[in-house]
């Protein structure tokens, strides 16, 4: 009797059904950050409807995000999890959820930014003994940075002459050039005078870039210190940089260029933050 064994080796596509996608993400130059949320989001919807993609339909993706929405999750984050499954089920595998218009992003909520003023970005900075801990921040206040930037800055990207700072690879996969404070560069020129070009300026104990926790734990201890009653988080110190520009009567369309916003409306959300034209108004009881 004669038997024949199948030895036809499964492929990575077969293994797993989501393999193209992590593929094309990487090719297409998504972020890191991206491609795991991307692949973390599509993963829970098949785990969720216990289907493979060829079975997912409307309805699934429906009830995922019908679950998602009552884990109290943001809009914005709502938002990330759509744009994943979009991208993946119209862009990859050419189903037509997204072009009929089955699916649709929810309502993005309008909230103003949390902007500190300058008198308690001073009372937050007074409170930090710790002078690579109050250079970071500092950093991050005067250039306008995001905390993902901040941590990636080596000292080749610095220029002390002209005091400016580049911003390489950041949101967008986007190099851009921003401003570098005086004040921050005399102290900065000596904190990295040992450095090479290629290293990162502030580097973990262990070696290496910090993490973005560690940062945003710095500036939640400084401001719970501070005695600053406001729910601000690392982000609010480029929320501020942008105001305070602004307030000084720098151009909109040059914050934008600092800030590195794709979008002039991104940036005119600061123009409802800003002090200059309110303190001109005056209430109807004065």
């Known amino acids: 009797m004669n038997t024949q064994t199948n030895n036809k080796k499964t492929t990575r596509i077969e293994r797993d059904p989501i393999y193209n996608l992590e593929r094309e993400l990487k090719i297409r130059g998504f972020s890191r950050k991206t491609v795991k949320s991307y692949l973390h989001y599509n993963k829970e919807l098949l785990k969720f409807n216990n289907k493979s993609p060829k079975n997912i339909n ?3 993706i429906k009830e995922y995000l019908f679950y ?3 884990k109290k999750l ?6 990330v999890a759509i744009n994943a499954i979009k ?8 189903r037509k959820f997204f072009v009929n218009k089955e699916i649709f992003r929810t309502k993005k909520a309008q909230k103003l930014p949390e902007v500190l003023n300058k008198e308690e970005i001073g009372k937050i900075f ?8 109050k ?9 306008g940075l995001r905390v993902s930037e901040i941590i990636n800055v080596k000292q080749g990207d610095l220029d002390f002459e002209n005091k400016i700072l580049k911003v ?35 580097e973990s104990a262990r070696g290496g870039k910090l993490s973005e926790r560690t940062i945003q734990k710095i500036f939640e201890n400084a401001l719970k210190n501070s005695g600053v009653k406001k729910s601000a988080t690392c982000h609010s110190l480029r929320h501020s940089f942008a105001t305070h520009l602004l307030e000084s009567g720098i151009s909109i369309r040059c914050i934008q260029e600092l800030l590195g916003h794709a979008r002039l409306e991104t940036t005119q959300i600061y123009t409802k933050v800003a002090n200059n034209k309110l303190k001109e108004i005056k209430s109807p009881l004065d």
């Open 87 to 94: 991208f993946y089920y119209a862009q990859i595998l050419k």
């Open 135 to 143: 250079l970071i921040l500092g950093l991050i206040y005067s250039s």
């Open 168 to 202: 390489k690879q950041s949101k967008g996969a986007k190099d851009r050039i921003t401003i570098l404070s005086e004040k921050i560069a005399v102290v900065l020129e000596k904190y990295i005078k040992n450095k090479k070009a290629g290293n990162y300026i502030f």
């Open 74 to 79: 943001a809009n914005a984050t709502l938002n």
């Open 126 to 133: 007074s409170v930090i003994k710790n002078a690579k801990h």
């Open 68 to 70: 998602l929405k009552n």
């Open 58 to 60: 409307s309805d699934d």
